[in-house]
Every structure is written in structure tokens, then in C-alpha cells.
Nanobody, 119 residues
Framework: QVQLQESGPGLVKPSQTLILTCTVSGGSIKSNGYYWTWIRQAPGKGLEWMGCIGYSGATDYSPSLKSRTAISRDTSKSQFTLQLTSVTPEDTAVYYC???????????WGQGTQVTVSS
């Protein structure tokens, strides 16, 4: 079965760049029909879709985050990466990497990683 694991810093200072990496095992990030997705949940709020990268390498982003977000992949390492620039305390959340279908059904989740933006 497919497994996903997030890694990256737990604390980031305002205005800096957050970089998180998701390592995938048991499957290929080039598998046809699936999307590799970043989702976050801020305290007291619901899940927020941030963006994804498809099996072809094409990307898509939430309009509210597009200007600050970049998702990339390294197929040789079975990894995909989230980059979020100019972070503020409003970016404090648990961040998840997820394998998604094209109809937004989330079929596999990482455990999530807590990221706090604070001075």
C-alpha cells in the first residue's frame, strides 16, 4: 500500500519560507490518475486544499495561496515538496501530504506535521 510521510521544520519565523517534503513509498508519484496534494488545517478551522502536482508534473494551486505557493517533485527520490513564501502566523497549521483522485477523494494521507509561525 501507498504510504506518505511529511518532513520539515516545526517552527518558522514570519516572512520566511516554509519548505515541507513528502516521501512516498509503496507507489509511484508518476502513477496515472492520481494527484499529490498538500492540505492544511489551522487551529479551529477546517481542511484547506493548498494545491497539487499531477502524474504528468502539472501543478494546480488554491487561488488564495497561488502567489505564495509552489509544489515540485523529485521522481528519483519519490518525493514532492511544498514551498510557501512570506509566511505569517495565519499559516500556523497541521500540514498533510495526500494522494488524491481527480474527483478530490483523498485515498492516502500522511500523519501530518505541525508548523508554527512565530517570532
Amino acid at each position: 500500500q501507498v504510504q506518505l510521510q511529511e518532513s520539515g521544520p516545526g517552527l518558522v519565523k514570519p516572512s520566511q519560507t516554509l519548505i515541507l517534503t513528502c516521501t512516498v513509498s509503496g507507489g509511484s508519484i508518476k502513477s496515472n490518475g492520481y494527484y499529490w496534494t498538500w492540505i492544511r488545517q489551522a487551529p479551529g478551522k477546517g481542511l484547506e486544499w493548498m494545491g497539487c502536482i499531477g502524474y504528468s508534473g502539472a501543478t494546480d494551486y488554491s487561488p488564495s495561496l497561488k502567489s505564495r505557493t509552489a509544489i515540485s517533485r523529485d521522481t528519483s527520490k519519490s518525493q514532492f515538496t511544498l514551498q510557501l513564501t512570506s509566511v505569517t502566523p495565519e499559516d500556523t497549521a497541521v500540514y498533510y501530504c495526500v494522494r488524491s483522485r481527480g474527483d478530490y477523494v483523498y485515498v492516502d494521507w500522511g500523519q501530518g506535521t505541525q508548523v508554527t509561525v512565530s517570532s
